[in-house]
């Protein structure tokens, strides 16, 4: 890009002195105003004269010394600086510049709002420096991009709020439908559903049927909510065919392993044809869609899902199988733990867009440690940041109990947010891929509904 035409668009970017003038007006005639600014930052200034006024101010009132025209004349002039703002004489026009200090805040989101676009068209060359650039794969491409990107977004601040304040946002929240949905697991549900919101994190060791429980758990959100939205599954390891064997399996109770020998020498009989005829037909008028690539990314994801909700309206569920195998770009001295608890953090924020919420239940391995005993949080790959990102964490845990020859699965909830912790045992009935509920003895034991 010629360096030409960028330094003329920096010279007609948005740059509006007028608002700059009254924010730091404002502030002389009332320092109380620099509380209502506190989400501008010193860079959104377009002059270097208006930042370093507004530096001197917030310097003097971190020191309890009052915010006026001679205190900040006298800081300047002390730091040899009063030259660059000009003089006093434009402090003083500066003051005059507004008759009220009212309006600070709306002056204040007009510099920002300025900023952030003269930022974008300052950060153009390194953009377009990204492109002569070698990076191995797409993603890593992306992720230097994100990088240069990041520069111009805003600190945010957070404003604290009184209960009076707040009071008809509660009562509205209290009187509204409480966002859950069943899951399909009567025993679970009737104990605590699942929340919109949730990063909901379903861990295990190889063999234990997670993702045969998470694919039920799919067909109970997509069959047991009337007005449920999309459910997306991500499969990484499994084609799509894969997975609708097992799904198919579960429903038309057809044997696995012949399922996915396609009925074996003698084929399937006219019963299970028809089951795996019912089971699809079934299935199909669901809102249930399967992704099968490997390496999938949290970009990926997040775009996916605006696509289906422009298209479908809403999605409610998003199965992801799972985490140690998504496509993780590391950026530059990061840590694998760090770039993990990049990707937690977001699919959290992803499941918690306001007006947009949905469950996304994210699949993830166990250190070898757990087959010596029960799984901790400790157990999770990358657990720090698992633990603290997820609302809800359970272990699927074979301690070696059997019921004649099927496993016999703990289902052990380690954290849940606004639920709290609780267990459950499933047999896990492999050969049609389906976990059933082992129901609870008045006493607190389990037995089989067999």
Not at 70 to 87: F, I, Y
Not at 154 to 176: C, G, I, N, W
Not at 181 to 198: E, M, N, P, R, T
Request: aromatic share 8%; glycine share 6%.
């Amino acid at each position: 890009m010629d360096q030409l035409y960028l330094d003329s668009m920096l010279e007609t970017a948005p740059e509006n002195l007028a608002p700059e003038q009254s924010v730091l007006g404002a502030v002389f005639l009332d320092s109380n105003c620099l509380d209502e600014i506190d989400h501008l930052e010193d860079r959104d200034f377009s002059l270097p004269a208006h930042e370093l006024i507004i530096k001197s101010m917030r310097y003097l009132r971190e020191r309890d010394i009052a915010v006026d025209i001679m205190t900040v004349t006298a800081h300047l002039e002390k730091r040899g600086r009063l030259g660059e703002v000009g003089s006093v004489m434009y402090l003083s026009e500066l003051a005059g510049s507004v008759p009220t200090a009212s309006n600070v805040k709306h002056y204040a989101d007009i510099v920002r709002s300025k900023a952030h676009r003269r930022r974008l068209i300052q950060i153009c060359p390194k953009l377009v420096d990204l492109t002569t650039q070698d990076f191995e794969t797409d993603e890593d491409f992306f992720c230097a991009v994100d990088e240069v990107v990041s520069e111009i977004r805003p600190k945010t601040v957070s404003k604290m709020k009184s209960f009076a304040e707040t009071r008809k946002a509660y009562f509205d929240h209290l009187r509204s439908k409480v966002a859950k949905i069943l899951s399909g697991f009567k025993g679970y549900d009737d104990w605590a559903q699942l929340w919109l919101g949730w990063l909901y994190v379903l861990a295990g060791r190889p063999s234990v049927g997670k993702t045969a429980k998470a694919l039920q758990m799919a067909y109970g959100i997509a069959s047991s909510n009337p007005d449920v939205g999309c459910v997306l599954i991500y499969s990484q390891e499994m084609d799509e065919n894969e997975v609708k064997d097992r799904m198919v399996s579960n429903i038309a109770e057809v044997n696995y392993v012949k399922l996915i020998n396609k009925g074996g020498e003698n084929g399937f009989t006219e019963r299970e044809e028809l089951a795996i005829e019912t089971a699809y037909a079934k299935v199909e008028k669901l809102k249930l869609y399967i992704q099968d690539s490997t390496g999938v990314s949290i970009d990926e994801i997040e775009s996916t899902k605006r696509i289906m909700e422009k298209e479908f309206g809403k999605v409610s569920a998003i199965v992801i199988d799972y985490l140690q195998i998504m496509n993780i770009n590391r950026m530059k001295n990061e840590t694998e733990a760090a770039a993990i608890g990049r990707v937690t953090r977001r699919l959290k924020n992803l499941a918690n867009k306001k007006n947009r919420k949905c469950v996304v239940i994210l699949l993830s391995q166990l250190d070898r440690a757990v087959d010596n005993e029960e799984p901790k949080m400790k157990h999770l790959k990358g657990s720090g940041s698992i633990e603290q990102d997820a609302d809800v964490v359970e272990f699927l845990y074979h301690d070696g109990e059997m019921d004649g020859n099927v496993k016999v699965i703990q289902s052990i909830y380690a954290k849940g947010r606004n639920v709290g912790l609780n267990r459950f045992k499933y047999r896990f009935e492999w050969w049609l891929q389906r976990f059933v509920e082992v129901t609870k003895k008045a006493g607190g034991s389990n037995v089989s509904p067999d």
